[in-house]
Nanobody
């Protein structure tokens, strides 16, 4: 079974940093992308960032460019999301997911999802 385990969330003050981890297992896709998404209360799930397994290309939502960095450790089958300069509007449940389609920030193209980790940024 495909499993994605997101972790690393927590409470942080505005301006602080957190690093989220997404441990992936149970799939042997040749070409895939791991994406990070978030969903704040009362809002739709939105794409934050993705990284492609084939060439390491990355993508970011405009709202996080320059503050968030996605990376992967293939030996550990883990994708990280380093989040700096956090702001209260970054508060959300963060999810990681995998797609075998073209890398995108659109949640509908992702098939397998982790359980989410809560990030709370206080002002």
């Amino acid at each position: 079974d495909v499993q994605l385990q997101a972790s690393g969330g927590g409470l942080v003050q505005a301006g602080g940093s957190l690093r989220l981890s997404c441990a992936a297992s149970g799939f042997t896709f040749d070409d895939y992308a791991i994406g990070w998404f978030r969903q704040a209360p009362g809002k739709e799930r939105e794409g934050v960032s993705y990284i492609s397994s084939s060439d390491g290309s990355t993508g970011y939502a405009d709202s996080v460019k320059g503050r968030f960095t996605i990376s992967s450790d293939n030996a550990k089958n883990t994708v990280y999301l380093q989040m700096n300069s956090l702001a209260p509007e970054d508060t959300a449940i963060y999810y990681c997911a995998v797609t075998v389609l073209h890398p995108t920030l659109l949640p509908g193209f992702y098939t397998f999802w982790g359980q989410g980790t809560l990030v709370t940024v206080s002002s």
